[in-house]
């Protein structure tokens, strides 16, 4: 592994919750993601179905989790299934998880192979009356189109146990895992820590003339090199115009003298992720222009993000953000007060310049599981990344830190992180 490990104390806690939250004499099961192909016979690397890795701390391919608290025999109430290892897949794959070790790190201490999940289900199905099944029920889920193996699951309870009653385990585990505890915060702090050091290290390689590609593998160099387990999503590494493309990741143009990077990148540490966006110039002086522009978005930034605190409503938040960024906006001059003034409210003249939301939950996924009509509580992590993009002008600027929310307002997980003009100039000075 490449993190020590998390306390199985963690994970034994995080099923307690969840347990306590389901209705009477019900089993819930949730299981590994699939090991995604690509072509031939390769595969993508493997990144764990994260309510399996909340409930279990269990990182591994096939594995199965099945809590039953109301089973008569106290042995059957937390069942882990893992694939069985062998001597052929050691010589093929190494190491696999053993029963030992699986219960050491999950705290699950009945451990079967993954061959005995179906005959082990079907004596506690007998016993049982509901199911809470697993289900990617993200608003912007990207699993719609395809059969992933939580869905294979449903269709083979169904099918075998068309009687019993069915209900949603992501309704209990979004709302448990929007609020992070201490081992949670700790792990994003130490993505956010990585990502301070790739940072640092992209702004000492930057000159004119580089590839916006050669920045990404300074910035993944350090990130692997500090014990991340990759990045937390493709890296925007979006130098002049490309910046005003929101998610632009393919990092290919050069960067030309004159031009602003944005840089909006994370680090997976411990399955935890860190989101983070950072600008600056190419030649290693900001314009006049470029100051403006990230000065106003900066100011968004330091305001906006006073707001993140309990009792807080992500609706009135962003209605409140999209204020101070209108606000810039005028003083930049790409909008006039008096239209403003006179604007559709449903039609708001400041969506041309800034287009997306400014605060997601931020945890096992980057954009959290979690209900928005929430209000903000302390141990949720969330963003605040305002942004001004200018394509006529080839300028796009989003500032982006972390925020834990605490009883009296939040903590900025990034405030580490070089933000303020001067010291990024500073960084990038050569001798
Ligand atoms: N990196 C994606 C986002 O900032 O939400
Ligand atoms: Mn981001
Ligand atoms: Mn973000």
């Not at 540490?269 to 989101?275: G, I, L, T």
């Not at 305002?386 to 982006?400: F, K």
């Not at 925020?403 to 933000?419: F, K, Q, R, V, W």
Request: aromatic share 8%.
């Amino acid at each position: 592994m490449r993190y020590p490990k998390l306390p199985a104390s963690l994970f034994i806690r995080n099923r307690k919750n969840f347990t306590l939250k389901m209705e009477p004499n019900a089993i819930a099961i949730f299981t590994s993601n699939d090991i995604m192909p690509t072509n031939a016979d390769d595969v993508m690397g493997f990144a764990q179905n994260n309510d399996m890795f909340y409930l279990s701390g269990i990182d591994q391919e096939e594995s199965i989790l099945l809590l039953y608290p109301d089973a008569e025999l106290p042995e059957n109430r937390e069942i882990l299934f893992v694939k069985e290892t062998s001597d052929l897949i050691k010589v093929w794959e190494g190491d696999k998880l053993t029963m030992e070790q699986a219960a050491e790190v999950s705290g699950v201490k009945n451990v079967k192979w993954l061959k005995d999940f179906e005959l082990a289900l079907q004596y506690m199905a007998f016993e049982a009356d509901i199911f809470y099944l697993g289900h990617n029920e993200h608003k912007k889920t990207t699993t719609a189109e395809m059969l992933t193996r939580q869905d294979r699951m449903i269709t083979y309870c169904k099918e075998k146990y068309p009687l019993h009653d069915y209900k949603r385990a992501a309704k209990i585990t979004r709302e448990l895992r929007q609020i992070k505890s201490k081992e949670e915060v700790d792990s994003i702090q130490k993505a956010v820590d990585i990502s301070i050091g790739g940072f640092k290290r992209v702004l000492k390689a930057v000159k004119t003339g580089l590839m916006e590609y050669e920045l990404e593998a300074e910035l993944t160099y350090e990130l692997l090199k500090k014990g991340a387990k990759r990045n937390a999503f493709l890296p925007i590494i979006a130098s002049g115009e490309n910046a005003c493309a929101l998610h632009y990741n393919t990092n290919d143009h050069e960067c030309k003298d004159g031009d602003m990077i944005l840089m909006d990148f994370g680090v997976c540490y411990a399955n935890y992720n860190s989101d983070t966006t950072r600008c600056f110039p190419v030649n290693g002086k900001f314009s006049n222009r470029q100051k403006e522009v990230y000065k106003a978005v900066l100011h968004c930034l330091k305001e906006g993000s006073k707001l993140l605190k309990p009792g807080a409503v992500s609706a009135e938040y962003e209605k409140e953000m999209a204020k101070l960024v209108e606000e810039q906006l005028i003083g930049l001059g790409l909008l006039n007060a008096e239209e403003v003034k006179k604007q559709d409210p449903q039609k708001p003249l400041y969506k041309k310049y800034f287009m997306h939301g400014t605060a997601h939950h931020l945890g096992l996924d980057v954009h959290d599981v979690g209900l928005y009509t929430r209000p903000f509580e302390a141990g949720m992590v969330l963003t605040c990344e305002p942004g001004i993009y200018i394509p006529e002008e080839g300028i796009g600027c989003r500032l982006e830190n972390d925020y834990l929310i605490t009883e009296s307002g939040n903590i900025n997980l990034a405030a580490e992180m070089p933000i303020e003009i001067e010291e990024i100039e500073a960084l990038m000075q050569r001798d």
